[in-house]
T-cell receptor, first 114, second 109 residues
Framework: SQTIHQWPATLVQPVGSPLSLECTVEGTSNPNLYWYRQAAGRGLQLLFYSVGIGQISSEVPQNLSASRPQDRQFILSSKKLLLSDSGFYLC?????????????FGSGTQLSVL | GQNIDQPTEMTATEGAIVQINCTYQTSGFNGLFWYQQHAGEAPTFLSYNVLDGLEEKGRFSSFLSRSKGYSYLLLKELQMKDSASYLCAVMDSNYQLIWGAGTKLIIKP
């Protein structure tokens, strides 16, 4: 069966510090991978998605970046965090099937930038 | 612009029925999803509608009217564990998901 792992679960970082969040998927090949951010009272915001190794599409201009060094690994990074980067970050993968392209989410990372 | 509207919060009683509405204005339509999200956890898939009508899955049902840009999620025989946020999302003509802000459902004994 397919599983998705995301870590860390919580993170408190000072403004200006770097960031690295990692996500790995097991049990599937060549998945579509996504990074979302969820702010309180707002809908999920798609940050990046990837359809294959080294293929990254950015949806929102920002100081974050993403990389996919391996088929089932997706990394979200920043060189210098801003206060506005605080939020709940979710990694997800999708499978196309009878129920369209439904998403399976990782457990999330609650990031607080202070 | 593209927009998904759903109530911010609803309260219901254990054992009762509740209907959570979602209206949307998007550039095209390729399906509507409902996800459940418990506090501090990841969303989990509940249902998918692409044709008009009612889809039933146990205690949960989802309805779609494409002409009205409207969907609802119906939860029957409410249990305390149903306390969660319910997210409505629409896939537009570019196959991009547009998300609502979610409806927080509070279940009271």
């Amino acid at each position: 069966s397919q599983t998705i792992h995301q870590w860390p679960a919580t993170l408190v970082q000072p403004v200006g510090s770097p960031l690295s969040l990692e996500c790995t998927v097991e049990g599937t090949s060549n998945p579509n991978l996504y990074w979302y951010r969820q702010a309180a009272g707002r809908g999920l915001q798609l940050l990046f998605y990837s359809v294959g190794i080294g293929q990254i599409s950015s949806e929102v201009p920002q100081n974050l970046s993403a990389s996919r060094p391996q088929d089932r690994q997706f990394i979200l990074s920043s060189k210098k965090l801003l206060l506005s980067d605080s939020g709940f970050y979710l990694c997800a993968w999708s499978v196309l099937g009878p129920e369209n392209e439904k998403l399976f989410f990782g457990s999330g990372t609650q990031l607080s930038v202070l | 612009g593209q927009n998904i509207d759903q109530p911010t919060e609803m309260t219901a009683t254990e054992g009762a029925i509740v209907q959570i509405n979602c209206t949307y204005q998007t550039s095209g339509f390729n399906g509507l999803f409902w996800y459940q999200q418990h506090a501090g956890e990841a969303p989990t898939f509940l249902s998918y509608n692409v044709l008009d009508g009612l889809e039933e899955k146990g205690r949960f049902s989802s309805f779609l009217s494409r002409s009205k840009g409207y969907s609802y999620l119906l939860l029957k025989e409410l249990q305390m564990k149903d306390s969660a946020s319910y997210l409505c999302a629409v896939m537009d003509s570019n196959y991009q998901l547009i998300w609502g802000a979610g409806t927080k459902l509070i279940i009271k004994p």
